[in-house]
């Protein structure tokens, strides 16, 4: 349509031109009219529309919470509370598509409104000059049909314009986030003078995420090449960020985080993020095959995803699925079990043999007798992988080369598992409230 409707308009004006020149202009004084009054409206509808998209991201998000939430709000009979919400925002959502459609419609009567004042002023005109002898009725015949045809490439191209508004309006939104200038710190690429005995390098670091208040506060640590860090504290103290600011999720407010000797802030992200296989913990399953879930579409053969699978201990109820490592999942895994769905999203992790793997509270669904076989495979096969293990079991960690205990973003106690039954009051009691001190290996 796009195409069509210029060489319409553009041709139709030129063959106006040769039939009558005089004809032609009485129809070219109306062209601005319509054209300011296309814009106009369009100008005023690109924000109503951008309202509009607002109004469809505040119905998604009630509709994506509900059903999430749809056992916890039938449990707790929250059934009517949750219509009354839904229907406050899709009411919302109505009257903001209503304003922005009937303001857009406006365009196409005010345009046949002047396309019409035009053909009556030619038909007059054309009358004039056909009685003094200056033109002949077939070619104000042939005029009006030329302008026919011209009118329906201006309704053609005010139908672009209310679809363009409405694309527009959606791109910007996305344009925002994708054309966002990077922010984020800079740093020089010098390399510090550091081994494998300091492959990373927490140096005095300090975060905030409001300004006001640190949530991580003065951590240091250093970590081997291959060696494992234990990351245990209470919830909110402070272990999701560290690891967040590991992988440069957000940008630390002093100090230095080196990987390698390198400082993270002189790094590509893409060359930084592919260092890593992660578990979060509030990680996905797509509703795919166990095998595509790990692979995640990356470039890893067979043998590798059963690799994976052996080291996260899920390749026994993967294999006595039917279909082995075809089953199919559903969206969120839900039907596996939690513990089931942990060992899927660890061998994704593992699959792409990472430099450093990430274990965000992920082993919480596990057995302890699970739990303890996947340490010993990682450290046994992955020798050279580091590890940072968050957890809030004593057992995730107990056998770490270094363990953080955090409080309110403090490192309160830092060492070995023995070191800290001495040291850091704290991790004692974590450990005997436990399990009494004893732990299944």
Known sequence: MAVRVPILLLGGIAITLVLDWRLAVVMIVTLPFIGGSVFLITRRGLPLYHETQKAVDGMVRVVREDCQGVRVIKALSKEDYESRRYDAVNRNLIEKERRA???????QPLM????????????????????????????????????????????????????????AASANRIGEVLHAADTSRKTNTLRHPENDERFIVFDDVCFSYNGKKDNLSHVSFTLPRGGT???????????????????????IDSG????????????????????????????????????????????????????????????????AFADGYEHQLTAKGTNVSGGQRQRILIAR??????????????????????????????R????????????????????????????????IGAGKHEELLLTCPAYKEISDSQMGGAFLE
Do not use: W
């Not at 002023?121 to 003094?132: C, H, P, Q």
């Not at 430099?355 to 010993?376: E, P, Q």
């Open 101 to 107: 459609g009937v303001t857009m419609a406006l365009s």
């Open 112 to 167: 046949t409104l002047f396309l019409n004042i035009g053909l009556v002023a030619v038909i007059l005109v054309g009358a004039y000059l056909v009685n003094d002898g200056l033109s002949m009725p077939g070619r104000i015949i042939a005029f009006i049909q030329y302008f026919t045809l011209m009118s329906g490439a201006m309704s053609a191209m005010t139908r672009i314009f209310v679809q363009s508004t409405k694309s």
């Open 229 to 251: 860090l234990g990351v245990i504290g209470a919830t909110g103290s402070g272990k999701t960020t560290l690891v967040s600011l590991l992988q440069r999720f957000y940008d």
């Open 256 to 319: 230095s985080i080196r990987i390698g000797g390198e400082d993270i802030y002189a790094m590509e992200r893409e060359r930084l993020h592919q260092m890593f296989g992660v578990v979060m913990q509030n990680d996905f399953i797509s509703a795919d095959t166990v095998a595509e879930n790990i692979r995640f579409g990356r470039d890893i053969g067979d043998g590798e995803i059963r690799r994976a699978a052996r080291l996260a201990q899920a390749a026994d109820f993967i294999e």
């Open 349 to 378: 992790a593992l699959a792409g043999s990472p430099d450093i793997l990430v274990l965000d509270d992920a082993s919480s669904a596990l057995d302890y007798k699970t739990d303890a076989c996947l340490r010993r495979a990682i």
């Open 380 to 411: 046994e096969e992955l020798a050279d992988t580091t590890t940072v293990v968050v957890a809030q079991r004593v057992s995730s960690v107990k056998h770490a080369d270094h363990i953080l205990v955090l409080e309110d973003g403090c490192v």
